[in-house]
């Protein structure tokens, strides 16, 4: 069964518009972790954020905020006043320790690309 | 190394022949991943190191498919009889230590692009 799940394939924005990508995932655990981590053009996966799951105060850094729920099991990610240079896959990944921790499981991705 | 270092970082290959793919990790760090990408698909886990050892070995996804490491350091996939559906990008990744992607995070290389015609 599907762990984590990224329903938007690609989003496509206007510079300056904010983006928000979706993701919903499934677990029997009452310890995760969730991840978010960027590939760009280039292909290297670059890590973004970890948020363990008794944590749910969201996060800002930046242009970058995560909204934690774990009552709709969703940890979405927003872009604001997007650039560029946000033109990327962005994955959502879970470890919850099934087999091993250092295990991440990825969603599909979502491409996001900004247009000038 | 400053970095995970994969090589070579393309590989064309004939199907039916055999493919090595090196993964350097960051010094120190005692575990190792493997990951595949599949055009426009997620991130397939393929394998996990601990030191020398492989204690999780559940993605790989047939016999073909092996994976060594030596020295608690270097490692190596490799892909006997390739077919096309083997055409990926092989990602790897290192941490300090098996958990420690939950408490250091993964550094991922860039990658072997892999195809086989």
């Known amino acids: 069964a599907q762990k984590v799940t990224q329903a938007q394939t690609e989003i496509s924005v206007v510079e300056k518009e904010d983006v928000t990508l979706d993701c919903v995932y499934e677990?029997?655990?009452?310890?995760?972790?969730l991840f978010w981590y960027k590939q760009p053009p280039s292909g290297e996966l670059v890590f973004l954020i970890r948020?363990?799951?008794?944590?749910?105060q969201n996060e800002i850094s930046g242009r970058y905020s995560w909204n934690f729920q774990k009552s709709t099991s969703s940890f979405n990610f927003t872009i604001t006043a997007s650039q560029v240079v946000d033109s990327a896959v962005y994955f959502c990944?879970?470890?919850?320790?099934?087999?091993?921790?250092?295990?991440?499981?990825f969603g599909a991705g979502t491409q996001v690309v900004v247009t000038p | 190394g400053a970095g995970v270092s994969q090589s070579p970082s393309n590989k064309v290959t004939e199907k039916g022949k055999d493919v090595e793919l090196r993964c350097d990790p960051i010094?120190?760090?005692?575990?190792l991943y493997w990951y595949r990408q599949s055009l426009g698909q997620g991130l397939e886990f393929l394998i996990y190191?601990?030191?020398?050892?492989?204690?999780?070995k559940s993605g790989l996804p047939s016999d073909r498919f092996s994976a060594e490491r030596t020295g608690g350091s270097v490692s190596t996939l490799t892909i006997q009889r390739t077919q096309q559906e083997d055409s990926a990008v092989y990602l790897c990744?290192?941490?300090?230590?098996?958990?420690?992607?939950?408490?250091?995070?993964?550094?991922f290389g860039s990658g072997t692009r892999l195809t086989v015609v």
């Open positions: 990744a290192s941490s300090l230590e098996g958990q420690g992607v939950v408490n250091y995070g993964y550094t």
């Open positions: 677990t029997r655990d009452t310890t995760y972790y």
């Open positions: 190191f601990q030191g020398n050892s492989a204690p999780d």
């Open positions: 010094s120190g760090h005692t575990a």
């Open positions: 948020r363990n799951s008794f944590d749910e």
């Open positions: 990944a879970l470890s919850d320790g099934t087999d091993s921790w250092g295990k991440l499981q």
